[in-house]
């Protein structure tokens, strides 16, 4: 691991899709990378400008190489390059870091997946990870919410999560919109429509901070345990490794004791303000 | 302080210095005094250690002193991390081309000399967060073969080392221990180099006398650096404070946020990255410390982790003294007083968790 550990990885763009207003996945190819872990997470890398950490949000083999998938929002330097390079285009990657979703350990019980906006993306993992092995699990229910319908995400392939066998999926838009039939409010109100099992059930989300502190609030009065509820964390990092101290969250280094974290352990910072 | 002691002379002082680049090759470290000034380099020979001058320290206050000083110096804001782990270094070359090559850290065989008890400890904590994880730190803190450690007979007026267990003197960690006391130089072999290297010197078993008087000044010197709660209950006050936002704006009604504790904290450790592009399209990647006390340091695109100040200056706090034990096994804060000195505010560490003990227990 210390051989060259912040050195990233020339990559090629392979694919871009344009998702929603000022979010596009990119699609990488590279050889020689360590299969990623659902919800962990690389260090992208622009020359000249920095790097971003940015969750995987797909992976697959195409022959010698492992395409991974980065859905990045322009919100600056690093992610807005990124919306300006092409097929072919190289960028650097390092990775992949953290730890990711505790899914092995949900075996056979019901998995909840909450994301709001840009935040379905480390979740798609797991959804992808639940149609491979369909039978290892009971139910699976997916709430997905965005500003407007513009800025869903996977707009494709949300409407084919609806055929997964055994699994209910709801999207919620923030405010009425032309056109939209489905439901209107923040995606934490849909937990109150379905029917949980609380004492079989983990659940994963990721969004906002003030959302999935509302989602953990909600889970909590359905009587679901801390220990298996799962939150993604976002803090400033530089180096996504541990050593350059800015992600810290408590006493976690949220690159490498999470960005995964159970409720369970974070319970004591959450509600703090500014910690 | 079990290990057999001895007892010589300042001569004898110079004299293992000499032997760590005669005998054993290494490059000596430490801090120099030079033309009047202070600064971290190599020591060609004892005269330019800073043995005949004083540190006056006190909040927000700094003086160097040659006239009737006492000949205890204690430290200066460059701590080791300084050498260890400096302000701003490269990381990376990156090609025109994106070809890339990563940095060296090469600073050859190194004896870190007459380093103080609390910036020894310091080692230990940058080593629980960094050793075998930066490959820079790791290579720079593999290259020191020696430590020799100079024990504090006269702390000065910032210095809490004997509320934390860091000081006044070295427990382990080091090769060669010694500390001046009035007519003579008591050493302390820490390793078993250090043993052989004593045995060089000619010293003799320090007598009863002598250690008498050692165990007197270091017993003085721990009475005079005790300025903190018991520990425990200042641990399960801090924790208790965590959600106060008010307690903690009181006690950070002084800060101005300007950072200058965590450039001098010796344990104090994050960095930023950021690239400088040449002219011919290639870059260098570098990394220069960054401080949790400034705005820029959680701060992100649409919004900000810590806006508040009180929040950065609880996080300073909270990461020496909750955090860190969790992080590395060790409080984070050496009592070194270096914050205390080099705010310009005077904002004294000391006070801060006296408040908030009193405020909550
Ligand atoms: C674990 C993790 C996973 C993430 N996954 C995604 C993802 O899948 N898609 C996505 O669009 N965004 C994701 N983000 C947020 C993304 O990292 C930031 O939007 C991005 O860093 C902005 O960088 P910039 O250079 O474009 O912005 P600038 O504002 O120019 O960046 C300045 C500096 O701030 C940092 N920074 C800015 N905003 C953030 C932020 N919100 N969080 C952390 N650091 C920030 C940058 O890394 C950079 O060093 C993730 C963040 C984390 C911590
Ligand atoms: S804090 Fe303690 S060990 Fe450090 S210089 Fe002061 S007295 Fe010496
Ligand atoms: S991002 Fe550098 S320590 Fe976590």
Known sequence: MLAKPLTPLLATVVDLIDEAPLVRTIYVALRDFPEPAPGQFNMVYAKGLGEAPISISDVFRKGDRLVIAHTIRSVGAVTKYTTCIGVGSQIGIRGPYGRGWPIEEAKGMDLLIVGGGIGLAPLRPIIRYVEAHRDSFGKLFILYGARTPHDLLFKSELGKYANIPNSITKISIDKPYEGWTGYVGFVTDLINYIDLDPGRTAAYICGPEVMMKVAVRRLINRGLKPDKIFLSLERRMRCGMGVCGTCQFGHYFVCKDGPVFSYGELMKYLWVDGI | ?361
């Open chain 2, 1 to 361: 302080m079990m290990s057999m002691m001895y007892e010589g002379s300042i001569r004898d002082v110079g004299k293992l210095l000499s032997l760590l680049s005669s005998l054993l090759n290494l490059k000596v470290i430490g801090l120099r005094y030079v033309n009047k000034s202070l600064s971290y380099g190599e020591l060609n020979s004892i005269d330019e250690a800073p043995l005949n001058v004083e540190d006056v320290q006190a909040p927000s206050s700094y003086k160097l002193v040659e006239e009737g000083a006492s000949g205890r110096f204690r430290h200066s804001f460059p701590s080791l991390k300084y050498f260890l782990y400096p302000p701003v270094q490269d990381v990376l070359y990156i090609g025109r081309d994106f070809s890339s090559r990563e940095a060296k850290v090469d600073l050859g065989d190194v004896a870190l000399f007459g380093i103080k008890p609390c910036d020894l400890h310091s080692m230990k904590v940058f080593d629980g967060i960094l050793m075998n994880r930066d490959p820079y730190y790791t290579s720079a803190r593999s290259s020191i073969k020696i430590v020799v450690v100079e024990e504090c007979v006269k702390p000065s007026k910032v210095c809490f080392c004997g509320s934390l267990g860091t000081g006044p003197w070295a427990s382990d960690g080091f090769d060669v221990a010694f500390a001046r006391l009035s007519n003579s130089v008591v050493f302390k072999p820490g390793s078993s180099i250090g043993s052989d290297l004593l045995k060089r010197l000619n010293v003799k078993r320090a007598s009863d006398e002598t250690m008498y008087e050692y165990r007197e000044a270091m017993d003085n010197a721990l009475k005079s650096t005790k300025a903190l709660p018991e520990l425990t209950a200042l641990n399960n006050a801090l924790e208790k404070s965590m959600g106060s936002g008010e307690l903690w704006t009181k006690v950070s009604r002084k800060c101005v946020g300007c950072s200058n504790c965590n450039m001098v904290c010796p344990t104090c450790f994050c960095t930023e990255f950021f690239d400088e592009v040449e002219l011919d399209e290639s870059a260098v990647r570098l990394r220069k410390w960054h401080g949790c006390l400034s705005y820029s340091y959680g701060l992100v695109a649409g919004g900000h982790f810590r806006p508040k100040l009180y929040m950065r200056y609880r996080h300073f706090i909270l990461h020496k003294f909750l955090f860190y034990p969790n992080q590395v096994g060790l409080i984070g804060c050496v009592g070194c007083g270096r914050c205390i000195t080099w705010c310009p505010l005077g904002v004294d560490i000391r006070e801060t968790l006296w408040e908030v003990f009193k405020s909550v227990s």
